[in-house]
Every structure is written in C-alpha cells, then in structure tokens.
C-alpha cells in the first residue's frame, strides 16, 4: 500500500489543500496525520492559512482513508468535530514492517517496551524537523510540519510504500531524504 504521512498541520488549510492534492493525484491508499491536527498551539505563530474550520470541513471528506494520532495540541473538542478517530499511539502492520505511529511529546528514543514489540519503524510528529533516526535496529522517521516547520526548514510530508520512505518538500515535491526499505 501507498501511504502520505504528515504532521502537525496546525490548522493551516493552506498547506493541507496542497497535501489533499497530492493525495488524490498520486493515488494513495491511506493518509496518516501523526497529531496537531487543528490548533496552532500557544508556543507556535499562526501558520499561513489558519484556518481550522476549514481544515475539519477538507479532512472529514477523507474521513475512511485517514489514521489519526492524537498531539500535544488536539482536544477533546476537536474529537467531537472530526468524523475520524484520534488513537493515543498505534501500532499496525504496514508494507510488511511493524510500525508505531505516535505524536512524539512522550516518545523515549531506546525504549525497551518498544523493543520487545518487535517495531521496526517508529513514524512520530511533534517536532517539526524531519529525518531519519536509527537506534538499536529500529528506524525513528519524522515527517516534519506541513505548516509550521522549524529551523527554517521545508515544509514536509512523506510517501511510504513498499519499497521506499521518502521524504518530500510539500512546496516543489523535490525528495529532501530517501530510505530504502
């Protein structure tokens, strides 16, 4: 299967008007929003495009091809106003590997009841920087922010599919980093 993974869009409809279109114009099968969904956070500007209406309206459309996880910025109310689940953290069977999807705020790098899960990719948020992290076998990916990235970085999301990670700007759809799997 073909996945798009972002995080953090921060209420930016903005940015993930230019993420929806990538997802239908390059047949996806699943989106995978790995937190901060809607509220831009009281440490953070308003990103370009804040708009969290808006954003619920778009991503409610997409609503059985998306796997959520819950961030640091997401509450109870923007439970209520999304018709899709938010999960704490998840642990599923992707393109053959065990995956943890996680926001990332709690996330212990080296965690030995990660481990003794069996996980080989641990796909988190939160930080808004992307990149590829590997420790005691274990592949840590962050996508980046769609909307709000930090160090003046790109604006990020990534494909995973059978056969690589790749980590795009949104902005040129240029590959910033690529791991084969």
Do not use: W
């Amino acid at each position: 299967m073909k996945y798009l993974i972002i995080s953090d869009i921060h209420g930016s409809y903005y940015y993930l008007e230019k993420v929806i279109n990538i997802f239908n114009n390059d047949n996806f099968d699943k989106l995978i929003i790995l937190g901060d969904i809607l509220y831009h956070g009281p440490r953070n500007d308003l990103p370009k495009g804040y708009e969290p209406k808006k954003v619920v309206s778009l991503l409610n459309q997409y609503k059985d091809k998306i796997i959520a996880i819950k961030g640091n910025c997401d509450a109870e109310v923007d439970e209520m106003v999304l018709d899709f689940h938010l999960h704490d953290k998840l642990i599923l069977k992707l393109n053959d590997m065990n995956v943890l999807l996680i926001h990332g705020q709690h996330l212990k790098f080296n965690q030995e009841d990660v481990v003794d899960q069996n996980i080989n990719i641990i796909f988190y948020g939160h930080y808004h920087i992307y990149g590829f992290k590997n420790i005691s076998n274990i592949t840590y990916i962050n996508p980046g922010s769609i909307s709000l990235p930090k160090e003046k970085i790109n604006h990020t999301y990534i494909i995973f599919d059978d056969k690589n990670i790749l980590i795009k700007d949104l902005l040129d759809n240029k590959t910033l980093e690529c791991l084969n799997i």
